[in-house]
C-alpha cells in the first residue's frame, strides 16, 4: 500500500498545491515542495514515470502550477488515436525539470524519465482558463518531441468514476505521424540521455554533447521554418567525410502535379558529391571517382567557404553567355579550363550527424543555412514548392534541359527511386560508342558515331550521330576511336546502316540529344553533345519515361487485386522466361506473378535489401518441390546480380551476393529465387553490423497471442537499455524484433550482447522463453533466436515472399498494429499495392530508421 503523509499545516483550502503537498512524504522523496511560483513562460514537459503502471505526465504551465494528466498509453502523433488522459493533482512549476527515483511504497513510487519539454500556446482566441472549465483544450506545442497541434477534450463522467478521465489527440498537421512514432522510439531522457534502467540505478547524466535526446523521427517543417538559420560553428579537424552512393531520379513523361513536390532546374552537368572537413575538401564523381583535381576550383571555395565537416550532393556546370548551365562548355572547360560552378541541392551529413533520413525540405533548409552567405562558384540551388507545370514551360522556353521534381517528405537514399524525377524538355541521355563510319573527307576524320545501348543483357544498335562536332572535337574523338579499334562487330546492325564500319571496344560513352525513338529503338534526329567520363559504359542502358506514380496518401483500405494470369514477360528490364509456370499451387500463382510483386515492391523493399549480402531460396519448379539456399554465384546471375568478396573461415575468399536495383531483384527471381535472406551488415562493410534482429520463433502448440505479447516484453526490454525497436510480421509463424545500429562494433560484439540478452530474458522468464534452439527445449515456449546477430547469419528481408502456402511476405508493421493482428502472414502478395502504400504512409515512414549504438551492458 502506498505510503501516504499528512497534510502539512500551511495547506490552505484555497492552494492549488495542497493535494500534490498531502500526497508527498518530502522526508523521503526527492520531489520537490509544492510551492506557487512566478510564471516560467507558457513551458510543458512530459515525464514518462514507470510507477504501478508506466504511462506518461504531460503537464502544461498555467496560474504558477503544471495542470497534469497522466496519459496511459503515451502520447501518439496519429490523428486517429485518441490517448486517455487522467487529470491528477497540480504540480509545482519546480517539478519541471524533475528526474530520479520515487520511493517504492511512497506515492508515485517508481521511476521518473524527463521525457520531452518545450512551450505551449492556446489556440488564438481562446482562454484556456474557460476551456479547461469547459472541458477542452486546443494549443500549439513546440518541443523537442511533440510537436504542432493537439487537442484534449473531457470525457462525461460515467457511474461512480472519481476522476476526470480526458482524451489526448493530435491534430493532422505536417507534425501529425504513425502511432508508435513518439512512445516506442523515443526512449532516453531529453535532459541527460538516459534510459528508464540508467536513471533508475543512478547512472550519472551523460555529457550533453553525447546524449541522444530524441531517436523519433524528425516530421517535416514549413519552408518558412526549414530555412532558419543554422549557427555556424568553429572549423572542425575531422577529415571530410567518405563518398556515400547518389541517389537517382526516373526519368519521367510528365511533371507530377500537386504541393508535395519540391521543383528545381535540372542542371546540364556533372553530378557531384563535395565533402568538407577540417579546412580540406574532395569533390567525387556520381560513381565514387576522386575529381578533386580536375574540379580544383570549386573544392579550394568549398574548403574555404564551408564550416565544420559537411557531405554535399549537387551538380558541377560551365555556364554559358546567358547564364545558363552548357554541357559542351563544360567539356571544354575540363580541356581546357573554365570557370566551373557548383551548385548545391541536398545534405548528406553535417557536422558528424547523418542527414540522410530526414525529409527532403528539412535537409534544403539545413542546406540553406549552411551555405548563406557563400559566395561564386558556390551556389545554393533553390526550388518552388508545387507549380512544376508552369516552372518546366518556363525552363523549357528559355532553353534548360528540364526539370527535377523531389519529394518534399521523402528521405535519401543511395538508388533511383520515383522520389526524384526528372522530366526533360528534349529527350537526351547516354549512349555507347560501337563505333564509326569513314568520311569521305580525309580531313575530317569519321561521318558519324555508331552508338549502342544494353537491354536484355546484351549491346544493341542505336543508331548513329553525325552532327554537334567542332573541329577540334573531331580529332580528338578520331585519335581516342582509333586506339580501340577491333576487327570483329560489336553490336547487330542493318546493313546498310553500318557499311564499311570501323568497330571499337564500348568503353566511351556519349551524351546525345534526340527527338524520338523509331520503333526498332534507333534515334531520330540526334545530336552529339560530349563525352561522359563519370559514367562506365557498362552502366547505360535504356531510359524510358513511365508514368509518374503519385505518392501514396493515408491507409490503404483495400488488397490489390491479383496479379493477371498472364502477365507481362518483363519487368525491370529483364525478361522472365516461363511467366506461366506455377509457382504456389495451391493458390495457382506464376513465376510471373511473382516478378510483378517484387518489380512493384522494389522501392520500399531495397531500403532493405540493396547493397547488403543476401541468401537466396530458390525453387526452380516450384515451392512444393525442390528448394535450397544460395549465397554464392559463379556468374549464371547476370550482370544485376553482383558480388563482394567475404573472408570465410578457412582464409579464402568467396563471392557472396548482392543487388542494387529492381533488375537485381527480379533477375533473382527469373533464376527461381523466391525468398531473399539479407546479412546484418551492409557489402560496405561486412564487418560491422547495422542491425539487431530477435527472431520470435514459437512452438507448434503456442498460438499467435504468445508471440504478440513476448514481442512487446523484448521491446521494452531493450528500450529500457536505450534501443529503439521496430516489429516485423514473417510471413511465417512469427515475429521479428528489430534494432537498428549505428555499425560502430564488430560482429563479435553484437554476438555476445545477443546472446546475453536472450540469456538473460530466458532467466527472467522461463515459462516463456528459451535461448536454446534444440526443439525438444521449446516445448510451450517461444525460441528467443538470437543466432541471427553473428557473422554471415541472415534473417529474412522486410517485403520478401516466403516459400510457404498462398505466397506471404516479410512485412513491417507499428506496434499499435501487432496488437491487432492474430496471425504472422496477414499479407501476401496480393497485397501489393496496400504494402507500397503502407510503406509511405506517416505510421511506417520512419520504420526501421535510429541512430544508436550497441549498449555497453
Not at 170 to 191: I, P
Not at 531 to 558: C, M, Y
Not at 560 to 567: D, F, I, L, S, V
Request: proline residues 7%.
Amino acid at each position: 500500500m502506498a505510503r501516504k503523509a499528512t497534510t502539512p499545516p500551511s495547506a490552505r483550502p484555497d492552494d492549488p498545491l495542497a493535494l500534490y503537498n498531502a500526497k508527498r512524504d518530502f522526508t523521503r522523496t526527492a520531489e520537490p515542495k509544492g510551492e506557487l511560483a512566478d510564471s516560467a513562460g507558457n513551458i510543458f514537459m512530459v515525464q514518462k514515470h514507470a510507477a504501478t503502471r508506466l504511462h506518461w505526465d504531460f503537464r502544461l504551465e498555467l496560474d504558477g502550477v503544471l495542470k497534469s494528466w497522466a496519459v496511459t498509453r503515451g502520447p501518439s502523433l496519429d490523428p486517429d488515436d485518441k490517448r486517455l488522459a487522467v487529470r491528477t493533482e497540480d504540480h509545482p512549476l519546480g517539478y519541471a525539470t524533475f528526474e530520479g527515483t520515487i520511493p517504492k511504497g511512497d506515492y508515485g513510487g517508481g521511476t521518473v524519465m524527463l521525457w520531452d519539454r518545450g512551450t505551449w500556446t492556446p489556440h488564438p482566441g481562446k482562454d484556456p482558463r474557460k476551456t479547461l472549465e469547459e472541458g477542452h483544450l486546443h494549443f500549439t506545442l513546440e518541443g523537442e518531441r511533440m510537436k504542432g497541434e493537439w487537442i484534449m477534450i473531457r470525457l462525461k463522467p460515467r457511474g461512480r468514476e472519481k476522476n476526470e478521465n480526458w482524451l489526448l489527440r493530435k491534430v493532422a498537421d505536417d507534425h501529425a505521424g504513425g502511432g508508435d512514432d513518439l512512445v516506442a522510439r523515443a526512449v532516453t531522457s531529453v535532459a541527460t540521455g538516459r534510459t528508464m534502467e540508467e536513471i533508475a540505478a543512478g547512472v550519472e547524466a551523460k555529457p550533453a554533447a553525447k546524449a541522444k535526446a530524441s531517436a523519433a523521427p524528425r516530421a517535416r517543417k514549413s519552408a518558412t521554418a526549414a530555412k532558419t538559420p543554422r549557427p555556424r560553428g568553429k572549423a572542425s579537424n575531422a577529415a571530410p567525410p567518405a563518398f556515400r552512393d547518389v541517389q537517382l531520379a526516373t526519368l519521367v513523361d510528365a511533371v507530377p502535379a500537386g504541393a508535395g513536390w519540391l521543383n528545381e532546374v535540372k542542371y546540364d552537368g556533372y553530378r557531384a558529391l563535395v565533402a568538407v572537413g577540417g579546412g580540406k575538401a574532395r569533390a567525387f564523381t556520381r560513381t565514387g571517382l576522386d575529381w578533386s583535381d580536375r574540379f580544383g576550383s570549386v573544392v579550394e571555395a568549398a574548403a574555404a567557404q564551408i564550416p565544420g565537416t559537411a557531405l554535399i550532393d549537387g551538380e558541377m556546370v560551365v555556364l554559358d553567355a546567358n547564364g545558363r548551365p552548357s554541357f559542351q562548355a563544360l567539356q571544354a572547360a575540363l580541356k581546357e579550363g573554365g570557370d566551373l560552378h557548383y551548385f548545391a541541392f541536398d545534405l548528406l551529413e553535417q557536422d558528424g550527424e547523418d542527414l540522410t533520413a530526414l525529409p527532403n525540405i528539412e535537409r534544403k533548409g539545413r542546406l540553406a543555412a549552411l551555405l548563406e552567405g557563400v559566395q561564386p562558384p558556390l551556389h545554393y540551388a533553390e526550388h518552388i514548392e508545387g507549380g512544376g507545370e508552369k516552372l518546366f514551360a518556363s525552363l523549357c522556353g528559355e532553353g534548360y534541359e528540364g526539370i527535377i521534381a523531389k519529394r518534399a517528405d521523402a528521405p535519401y537514399r543511395g538508388r533511383r527511386s520515383q522520389a526524384w524525377l526528372k522530366v526533360k524538355c528534349l529527350r537526351r541521355q547516354e549512349f555507347v560508342i560501337v563505333g564509326w563510319t569513314p568520311s569521305d573527307k580525309g580531313a575530317r576524320g569519321f561521318r558519324s558515331l555508331l552508338l549502342g545501348v544494353h537491354e536484355d543483357g546484351r549491346l544493341r544498335y542505336a543508331g548513329k550521330v553525325g552532327t554537334g562536332f567542332d573541329a577540334a572535337t573531331l580529332a580528338e574523338l578520331s585519335a581516342r576511336l582509333k586506339r580501340i579499334e577491333r576487327k570483329t562487330p560489336t553490336v547487330e546492325a542493318p546493313r546498310a546502316a553500318v557499311r564499311g564500319a570501323h568497330w571499337v571496344k564500348p568503353a566511351l560513352v556519349a551524351e546525345i540529344a534526340f527527338t524520338e525513338t523509331t520503333g526498332d529503338g534507333v534515334l531520330r534526329h540526334p545530336s552529339f553533345l560530349g563525352l561522359r567520363e563519370d559514367k562506365p559504359a557498362a552502366d547505360v542502358t535504356v531510359e524510358t519515361p513511365v508514368a509518374v506514380t503519385p505518392p501514396a496518401k493515408g491507409k490503404a483500405k483495400a488488397k490489390a487485386p491479383p496479379a493477371p494470369t498472364e502477365p507481362a514477360d518483363s519487368f525491370a528490364g529483364i525478361r522472365i522466361t516461363n511467366p506461366d509456370r506455377v509457382i504456389y499451387p495451391e493458390a495457382r500463382i506464376t513465376k510471373g506473378q511473382l516478378a510483378a510483386y517484387y518489380a512493384a515492391v522494389a522501392e520500399p523493399m531495397l531500403q532493405w535489401a540493396a547493397n547488403r549480402p543476401v541468401s537466396l531460396v530458390r525453387c526452380p519448379q516450384g515451392r512444393a518441390k525442390h528448394c535450397f539456399f544460395q549465397k554464392h554465384d559463379a556468374g549464371s546471375f547476370g550482370e544485376h546480380v553482383h558480388h563482394v568478396p567475404v573472408r570465410e573461415k578457412d582464409g579464402s575468399e568467396q563471392p557472396y551476393l548482392y543487388v542494387e536495383d529492381a533488375a537485381g531483384l527480379i533477375a533473382c527471381v527469373q533464376m527461381g529465387a523466391i525468398e531473399f535472406h539479407g546479412w546484418g551488415a551492409s557489402a560496405g562493410d561486412v564487418e560491422r553490423p547495422d542491425r539487431l534482429v530477435f527472431d520470435l520463433d514459437p512452438d507448434e502448440g503456442l498460438d499467435f497471442a504468445a508471440v504478440r505479447n513476448a514481442a512487446v516484453m523484448l521491446r521494452d526490454a531493450l528500450a529500457g537499455m536505450g534501443l529503439v525497436t521496430f516489429p516485423m510480421v514473417t510471413g511465417g509463424k512469427g515475429v521479428h524484433v528489430v534494432a537498428p545500429l549505428d555499425a560502430s562494433v564488430a560482429w563479435p560484439e553484437v554476438k555476445d550482447f545477443a546472446s546475453r540478452f536472450a540469456r538473460a530474458m530466458e532467466a527472467a522468464h522461463p515459462d516463456r522463453f528459451t535461448a536454446n534452439m534444440k526443439k525438444v527445449q521449446r516445448t510451450g515456449r517461444i525460441f528467443l533466436d538470437w543466432l541471427r546477430n553473428q557473422r554471415g547469419a541472415t534473417a529474412i528481408l522486410p517485403y520478401a515472399a516466403r516459400a510457404r502456402p498462398n505466397a506471404p511476405v516479410a512485412a513491417p508493421i507499428t506496434w499499435d498494429e501487432l496488437a491487432g493482428m492474430d496471425a504472422a502472414g496477414r499479407y501476401t502478395i496480393a497485397d501489393a499495392a496496400e504494402l507500397i502504400a503502407r510503406a509511405g504512409s506517416p505510421a511506417l515512414r520512419g520504420w526501421g530508421v535510429a541512430d544508436q549504438a550497441l549498449p555497453q551492458v
